[in-house]
């Protein structure tokens, strides 16, 4: 197709691949700013263009024809490199401008993302952030997102990785809940006990705790063994979302595990800490992650507008999550 006649196609054609990753006419024209009918139409005029169907339309879900697959998958990367290509340039300018999406973990955008964003929007004027919270994968190229913040063990090898801090999870419950059920001695006395799970995978029911091998107080420094327990638990709540659990928490419902960042703060004084750690000689494996990254698919350049970005973030996260817990030891 000569490329006078391909030029007022672009637009739709990008919008095609918006729409392949948000499977929804209304996110789509959310995110480009357009009427939903416009985009239908749109797509619309494109089809009859191509003379193929390219999307599928029913009343619960949009999808795409092989045909519309085929097409996206071969623009995709097109569209890629011509937005790089548009923000090196923009980068020249000096000053750092341009629209970041990003994405986070509610609980952790909640207490401790949106808090820092007025600072960065008020010395960087000229950039301006989406910020979409959500506790699910998010495939951050096929989705159109600059940037997510996550707790893992091991980034993708795929994407560019920057650490902002230091992250733990820990086993609490309230007091309350502790004096009417009694504190567990050992990670095989929760089989007992009302436990709040995170709804995450198949693996929400059962945890893993290791601990030094050994009694305390009779492990050799150095000593490599671990000792691990695998314990199925269950309880009258489950969430994909770590605010609920702990509100159940503070509520007495019963033992769970939490990421720092949202523990409750620290009391005043010397009051009571609303939970107070359970189990502190073992650690749960394989929930949450032991470190905040700041995650953006892999790309030869970085904008200047993400760069400052992550920079604000690891300033601002630089000292974690303090949390307000004491240890109980077992009784």
């Keep these: 197709m000569p490329s006078d006649q391909l030029a007022p196609l672009v637009a ?34 494109l089809e009859r263009s191509a003379g193929v169907l390219l999307v599928r339309r029913t009343t ?5 024809t092989e045909a519309g697959q085929q097409l996206v998958n071969d623009m995709q990367p097109a569209f890629r490199r011509i937005s790089e290509s548009y923000s090196a340039a923009c980068d ?18 909640r207490q401790h993302l949106a808090p820092c964003m007025a600072a960065f929007l008020q010395q960087f004027p000229d950039i301006h952030i989406e910020l979409e919270l959500t506790d699910r ?16 063990n091991a980034p993708p090898e795929t994407h560019v990785a920057w650490v902002l801090c230091e992250t733990r999870s820990q086993l609490v419950a ?10 567990p001695a050992h990670p095989s006395e929760l089989t007992a006990h009302d436990c709040l799970l995170y709804l995450r995978d198949s693996h929400a029911g059962s945890w893993t ?29 489950k969430a994909n979302n770590s605010e609920v659990l702990r509100e159940a928490l ?18 005043d004084g010397n009051g009571p800490a609303p ?13 949450f992650g032991e470190r905040i990254y700041a995650l953006r698919p892999w790309s030869a350049q970085v904008p200047k507008a993400v760069q400052c970005l992550v920079e604000h973030l690891r300033q601002s996260f630089s000292h974690g999550f303090p949390a307000g817990l004491k240890k109980l030891s077992a009784q």
């Design 12 to 45: 739709d054609l990008h919008l095609l691949t918006v729409l392949a990753a948000t499977r929804s006419f209304t996110e789509t024209a959310r995110r480009l700013g357009v009427s939903k009918a416009s985009a239908s139409m749109r797509i619309s005029e």
């Design 60 to 64: 619960r879900s949009v999808g795409l």
């Design 92 to 109: 020249l300018a000096g000053t750092p401008r341009g629209l970041i999406r990003l994405t986070a973990p509610v609980a952790l955008g």
């Design 137 to 152: 994968f998010i495939n951050l190229a096929n989705e159109g997102f600059d940037l997510a913040i996550r707790h893992t």
């Design 174 to 183: 309230s007091p309350q809940y502790l004096a009417r059920r009694g504190t």
């Design 209 to 237: 705790f290791a601990r030094p091998a050994g009694l305390p107080g009779k492990r050799k420094p150095g000593d490599g063994a671990v000792e691990r327990v695998g314990v199925h638990v269950a309880g009258s709540l």
């Design 250 to 267: 503070l509520a007495g419902l019963g033992i769970g595990l939490l990421p720092d960042f949202s523990m409750p703060p620290a009391p």
């Design 275 to 287: 939970l107070v750690q359970v189990l502190p000689d073992w650690q749960v494996q394989g929930f």
